[in-house]
């Protein structure tokens, strides 16, 4: 398993020199999905011992224009949970980048992050979402759901592009989710927990407060990030890749309306869809799980190749132990801008962190890096203990690794 994650991850940086050296070249990875979830082989290449789920095509959902790219009905995976967990719920939000243009958009409705009629008919059930004690110790016998994400826009968007038979209802798709689940039995939780990873983990962080709102007081309702904490930050060449990307999709699929109050009074709305700018004024109990150097971030925002036409950071991205001083030290400022970005939220007695000094990305889906005797750790606490403690309030966990290259439990191809 590790080795093939650091196949993937030096392939990944290989891949990424050979792209066009314009702006077109970053829009068309982020729509053809070269990179938007290089964890998607191990969730559907089941083992021996594997929990393969069904998919659920949302009945109803079409005419209520709770819909994909395409037009499809959206889709989910839900195990049941049984004994203790029975009522208790962990709610899954699937990421895989987003689109900020009709062109890639478009592309983006031909695969299974825009129609579900490209989406796998079975999903198999790892790390937080696996039914093994051994694997997953405080939520293994919980109902744990994944909810397949179509719409481009993490959960939030709302319009119609008539001419390009576009439907951007990322919120609709959300409220037809929500109000599905609740019907299957989720309205007798007695605790629940929302998470996310990627784009899906930007999502957990927009809809915490309106999943929270779903529930009597007396429920126990928490919300995890995984990967989601994405920066407003320069990249090498000092250009705002994602701030472009973000106005793109925040423009197009009119997200601006579904954004928090509390930020779009005070920025502009793609401000308002960066982690950054909406973590502080979330009032539910949230968790931020993500790494330092993230390396969705790190090889795609902050070193997209339009960004080194002279491939200076090529070496650098194939293998960190082949980067120089400066570069290390543009790692290290990103980081520091994360931990800036955190500050006012570490501050609240009621959230947790666990900030590990790896260049990874989602880590809270593959068992590898979830629970396993070799996981990464921060404290001595893998990520699903980590977790557990927090949710359960059996500690308070503010888990902030020293900066790389100090932690030797990282699953990347620089820490052997």
């Known amino acids: 398993m590790k080795r093939f994650l650091l196949l993937v991850l030096s392939l990944w940086s290989l891949a990424l020199v050979d792209l066009s050296r314009s702006e077109d070249g970053f829009e068309e990875l982020i729509a053809k999905e070269s990179l938007l979830s290089y964890l998607d082989e191990e969730t559907v290449s089941p083992g021996a011992n594997s929990l393969m789920v069904p998919l659920t095509l949302i ?3 079409v005419s209520k224009g709770a819909v994909c790219l395409d037009g499809t009905p959206p889709g989910y995976h839900l195990h049941r949970g049984f004994g203790s967990g029975a009522n208790s719920w962990v709610i899954h939000l ?3 980048g ?3 243009n009709i062109r890639t958009c478009v592309f983006r409705k031909t695969t299974r992050r825009g129609s579900s009629k490209f989406m796998e008919k079975q999903l198999n059930f790892t790390g937080i979402l696996s039914n093994k004690p051994a694997e997953n110790p405080d939520f293994y016998n919980w109902n744990r759901v994944r909810v397949r994400y179509c719409d481009g826009a993490s959960f939030a968007g709302e319009g119609h592009d008539e001419v390009n038979q576009l439907y951007f209802r990322g919120q609709r798709i959300w409220s037809a989710v929500m109000e599905e689940l609740m019907s299957k039995g989720m309205q007798n939780a007695k605790q629940a927990l929302l998470s996310g990873c990627s784009a899906g983990g930007l999502a ?5 407060d309106e999943f929270k709102a779903l529930f009597p007081e007396t429920t126990k309702v928490k919300c995890l990030s995984d990967a989601g904490l994405f920066l407003d930050a320069l990249n090498v060449a ?3 890749t994602l701030r472009n990307m973000y106005e793109g999709v925040v423009t197009l699929q009119g997200v601006e309306k579904n ?4 930020c779009t009074s005070q920025k502009d709305p793609t401000s308002c869809f960066f982690p950054e700018n909406l973590i502080s004024n979330v009032k539910t109990p949230m968790f931020l799980l993500n790494a330092a150097y993230d390396a969705w971030q790190v090889d795609q925002s902050l070193i997209p190749s339009i960004a080194d036409p002279h491939g200076l950071w090529h070496e650098c991205k ?4 082949h980067c120089n001083s400066s570069q290390i030290k543009f790692f290290q400022d990103f980081r520091n801008q994360m931990l800036n970005a955190i500050k006012t939220f570490s501050g609240s007695n009621q959230n947790g962190l666990f900030i590990n000094s790896c260049f990874a990305h989602c880590q809270s889906e593959l068992q590898v890096t979830w629970y396993e005797n070799d996981s990464p750790r921060v404290g001595n606490k ?3 203990a980590s977790v557990g403690n927090w949710f359960f309030d059996r500690n308070t966990v503010k888990a902030i690794d020293c900066p790389y290259p100090c932690d030797k439990t990282c699953h990347d191809s620089t820490l052997k």
């Open 259 to 262: 954004l928090p109050s509390s």
């Open 59 to 61: 009945p109803g959902a």
């Open 318 to 321: 194939v293998d960190r132990l």
């Open 238 to 240: 000092g250009g705002r």
């Open 98 to 100: 987003w689109c900020n």
């Open 382 to 384: 893998a990520v699903a």
């Open 204 to 208: 957990s962080i927009l809809h915490c």
């Open 94 to 96: 699937e990421g895989g």
